[in-house]
């Protein structure tokens, strides 16, 4: 569905100590990134329960971006990001049996250090939902 | 002077029976009940009509059992509201849309045409369709029209009583006709909204032995091979809903050997059991391994797990954040 | 013309109407039993394991759960190709035969037997199982007390009496023990004896006082076909055998195995109903009409009585040659559903105790998890109201891909409706009705004991309606509009 007027909302579950610092450093730098996005800081993502994504779904994201420290080792918690990685896994099959494009959840690892990798996503991620269209949700 | 009995009405939603068969299994509790009670309407074991039902002004207790499917259920819904004073959500269908919430993923025609049509005993060469109108001569028929999706009880009007399981049973009976009791002897309400089941989840009265670390390293469907009688499910990579799941049920499925499929709904502070179970059973996978996979065959032994809506919202579609399915009518 | 409504109908499992047309003459010119519940299990178990559906499809009917939950086994047995062990088909049966006695209890004491207990024309509020135990309350007491022992017997075996969980394809979830095996044993014995007089009871309490009633043929009366799965010796088995068909005269037109049930079976629609209306597909459907031209039939105990050479038990033998004596063979009188309601509790409670007598049943070796994968199962029990089929087909991962129901109460449909209308005709002919002449009316359902959460497992659209067809390829063939 074409509608060059539809601006997505992305709602962003960033944690603390890498995704969050990321796009403070993409501020801090000036980078450019589409201002759809809604950040909200989480210790860890592995503090991410499925139930955030789908109320955010609910409440009238059109997409949601998960970002967290980099696989194996980089985790502040030491294993919290694999339980949001293998999360959103298995809720990424459930949005397809529920008729919800899978791709409108994104899990990213990106660290402190990765600004340019945040705007980049952003942009990237804003763009594809705005292709998607919005999620009219019934 | 006697004093007059208070009254009670058993309503039905769309249901299985079930739940009627429940009551009659209080056996004598039912036939001493019925000694204290005025049952004014139960149509599987009365024989009060509509009409009857609409001529009675206020109803103490009104029992509504199974979901709303049709208009017809939606209207009787509305005016058992109106007329009771406590109104009783019994069973998994009433509080959470039950097993019939399932339906809520596919549309009514595509479950029409399946029922009326494609199935290949069915001969419908006119394809005349259930619900049509059919006149003779000034007298019109018409059954009951299909609401768009299947609702428990308080997506429509406030309930005061939660009685979960399919069907209720235990702990769960026990409290209801706790609560009845206590209305006739002493006109006490209950408190709006409560459960009548534990605060503790299946997991805490479970007998079975429980690892201090649970993991799941592949997932195994109930048939694939012996489940041992004496384990945690989870913990022999068995999907169980034990641990969102609310107990009072007396966990007589986990003790014939079968695992947890939710009938008692959510735990109290769950607010979408299926989604909170991914949120769980999800961090078990391979937990003890989580370094040396990588992320790819992590997510591949994850996405292992065939029908998570089916297995995670069995009976609770009706209490999922997204509680229907959200295609395009005509994909798919 | 005006119309008569009854609604809802009442003691029966599950939502139904009546509605009577009367010309002006005030005589009955049509009537119609409608089934006005749905559910759409055919469509939405697609998707599910195959080996969860004996746990979704009790959900079908709480009322006779352990039918589709056997019906269901049965098919994953067909479906991974396996066996069940001696030992599972011991504990199924021995489950199975329980619950027959459950929900004919439940139909015969608690939703049938006030029609005849008080009477037809009882006052309304008063004609139910409450009115009974103030009539009786020793008589109530002790059904009761009898239930109370096929409750635990179920919940021994199922984990739950209402929904059980204990089929797996290839066998059971859980073994007997010794103490449970001799438990069972001695609530078998007590429920023969008590079932022994009840066989008397019904006739000293109701087939005298009622048989003109039950022996008549202006009404509840029907010559249709009749259909029941009996064993090897053509004796009535609720829980395995060969389907057999007979006609208005006894001799028997068809027999065939679970696996062909599509060569003989086919199921019309009506607007009315969500209901459908089976028939034979050889006979052809002649509209609602008996007899030999017509592929009616009917099922539950009065098709299984009329299909089956005898019981395999000793006293439901006995009783059943009486019966027959008393009725003649086939028996087309529909009041005598009630009758051999009772027949077949007694045989179940000896089935129960010939079972729970063999001490083998008892042992570990519960499931066979050897078998060939095939993907397709055929599913066939006598469920208590009557045979009952579940098709299932999967892909190559065990997944459905089809479910297909062909349900006891919906192939008494097309019967039922006959009825109530002879019924009603019979009883209505000046446009007088009364409370007792309409529940005289319902009498004519009522003792097919339907179910009608079972008989539509589908549901139904509104209006107006377009429906795409679609091949395997998801190619469009036909596109079918419905303003």
């Known amino acids: ?138 | 002077m006697a004093e007059e009995k208070i009254k009670i009405a058993v309503c039905p939603g769309a249901g299985c029976g079930g739940c009627d068969v429940s009551l009659v299994n209080l056996h004598e509790k039912l036939l001493e009940l019925s000694e204290l009670v005025d049952i004014v309407y139960w149509p599987t074991a009365i024989d009060q009509k509509m009409e009857d039902l609409e001529k009675i002004e206020h109803i103490d207790i009104v029992i509504f059992e199974g979901s709303i499917r049709t208009k017809a259920h939606e209207e009787l819904l509305k005016m058992a509201r109106k007329k009771a004073k406590i109104l009783v959500a019994y069973g998994a269908c009433a509080c959470f849309g039950g097993i019939y919430a399932l339906g809520n993923l596919f549309f009514r025609k595509e479950l029409l045409e399946m029922g009326y049509l494609l199935t290949p005993s069915t001969e419908n060469e006119q394809k005349k369709f259930p619900g049509e109108l059919v006149k003779i001569d000034n007298i019109i028929i018409k059954i009951p029209e299909l609401i768009d999706w299947n609702m428990p009880l308080d997506k429509l009007v406030s309930v005061d009583v939660y009685a979960p399981g399919c069907p209720p049973r235990d702990k769960v009976l026990e409290k209801l006709v706790e609560v009845i009791k206590d209305y006739i002897e002493n006109g006490l309400v209950p408190e709006r909204g409560v459960v009548l089941a534990d605060i503790k989840t299946i997991c805490d009265e479970c007998p079975r032995e429980k690892p201090d670390k649970i993991v799941i390293r592949r997932f195994r469907r109930i048939h694939e091979g012996p489940v041992d009688p004496e384990k945690c499910f989870l913990a022999q990579g068995i999907i169980c809903l034990g641990p969102v799941t609310r107990s009072g049920c007396g966990l007589p499925c986990i003790k014939a050997n079968m695992p947890c499929r939710g009938c008692m709904g959510p735990a109290p502070a769950v607010k979408d059991p299926g989604a909170k179970f991914i949120t769980s059973l999800a961090s078990l996978i391979e937990v003890d391994r989580e370094r040396s996979l990588s992320d790819e065959e992590l997510v591949k032994r994850v996405q292992e797990i065939p029908d998570p809506v089916g297995y995670f919202y069995r009976f609770t579609l009706g209490r999922g954040i997204i509680d229907k399915t959200q295609r395009e009518e005509g994909e798919g | 013309m005006r119309e008569i409504k009854i609604l809802p109908i009442s003691r029966l499992e599950g939502e139904g109407e009546i509605t009577i047309i009367l010309d002006d003459e005030g005589k009955v010119k049509e009537a119609f039993f409608h089934v006005v519940e749905f559910k759409g299990f055919e469509k939405f178990c697609v998707g599910r394991p195959v080996e969860e559906m004996p746990r979704i499809v009790t959900r079908i009917c709480g009322v006779c759960p352990w039918a589709h939950h056997m019906a269901s086994t049965k098919a994953l047995d067909e479906i991974f190709g396996r066996e069940p062990t001696e030992t599972a088909k011991k504990i199924r049966e021995l489950a199975y035969c329980a619950h027959i006695i459950d929900s004919h209890t439940v139909h015969f004491y608690i939703l049938a037997i006030p029609d005849f207990i008080l009477s037809p024309g009882a006052p309304r509020s008063e004609r139910n199982v409450i009115g009974m135990f103030k009539k009786n309350p020793e008589l109530v007491k002790n059904i009761v007390k009898h239930r109370k022992y096929i409750v635990k017997i179920e919940e021994i075996i199922g984990g739950k009496s209402i929904h059980p969980v204990c089929g797996l394809p290839g066998g059971v979830s859980k073994r007997l023990t010794e103490e449970e095996r001799k438990e069972i044993l001695e609530m078998g014995k007590e429920l023969v004896k008590f079932f022994e007089e009840w066989i008397e009871k019904f006739e000293s309490l109701i087939l005298k006082n009622y048989e003109k009633l039950f022996i008549q043929k202006d009404m509840y009366y029907l010559e249709t076909y009749y259909m029941g799965l009996v064993d090897r010796n053509n004796k009535v088995n609720f829980y395995d055998g060969d389907i057999r068909v007979v006609d208005q005269k006894g001799r028997e037109v068809a027999k065939f195995r679970p696996i062909e049930y599509l060569d003989y079976i086919r199921e019309r629609v009506e607007p009315w109903s969500y209901t459908k209306f089976p028939y034979l597909k050889n006979i052809g459907w002649k509209g609602f009409v008996d007899g030999p031209e017509s592929g009616i039939y009917r099922v539950g105990p009065l098709g299984r009585l009329n299909v089956a050479d005898g019981f395999a038990t000793e006293k439901a033998q006995e009783a059943y040659e009486k019966y027959i004596e008393t009725l003649g063979k086939p028996a087309h009188y529909t009041m005598a559903y009630h009758w051999a309601r009772v027949i077949e509790m007694l045989y179940a409670s000896e089935r129960i105790v010939e079972l729970a007598s063999d001490d083998a049943i008892t042992s570990d070796d519960i499931v066979n998890y050897e078998g060939e994968f095939s993907g397709k199962g055929v599913g066939v029990v006598e469920a208590p109201r009557g045979i009952l089929y579940h098709h299932y087909e999967t892909d190559s991962n065990g997944i459905v891909t089809l479910v297909n129901l062909v349900i006891p109460t919906t192939q008494n449909n097309p019967a039922i409706n006959m009825d109530v209308k002879k019924a009603a005709q019979h009883l209505i002919t000046n446009g007088k009705v009364s409370d007792e002449i309409l529940n005289m009316v319902e009498m004519a359902f009522r003792a097919y004991d339907p179910c009608l959460a079972c008989s539509t497992h589908s549901l139904p659209g509104g209006i107006p309606l377009k429906v795409v067809i679609k091949n395997e390829r998801g190619e469009v063939i036909k596109v079918l509009r419905r303003e």
Request: include cysteine.
């Open chain 1, 1 to 138: 569905m074409e509608n060059d007027d539809f601006e997505p909302k992305i709602i962003g579950f960033l944690c603390k100590w890498c995704g969050y610092a990321g796009a403070d450093l993409a501020g801090v730098s000036r980078l450019e990134y589409p201002p759809n996005i809604v950040t909200i800081q989480i210790p860890c993502t592995g503090r991410l329960d499925v139930q955030f994504v789908l109320e955010a779904f609910r409440k009238g994201a059109d997409g949601v971006l998960i970002a967290g420290c980099h696989t194996p080792n980089d985790c502040h918690y030491f294993s919290g990001n694999f339980k949001a990685l293998k999360r959103i896994a298995l809720l990424k099959k459930l949005l397809e049996q529920l008729g919800i494009n899978p791709k409108r959840v994104r899990i990213e690892w990106i660290s402190a250090t990765e600004g340019r990798k945040f705007a980049e996503v952003v942009k990237e991620f804003v763009e594809e939902i705005k292709r998607m269209g919005p999620l009219k949700l019934r």
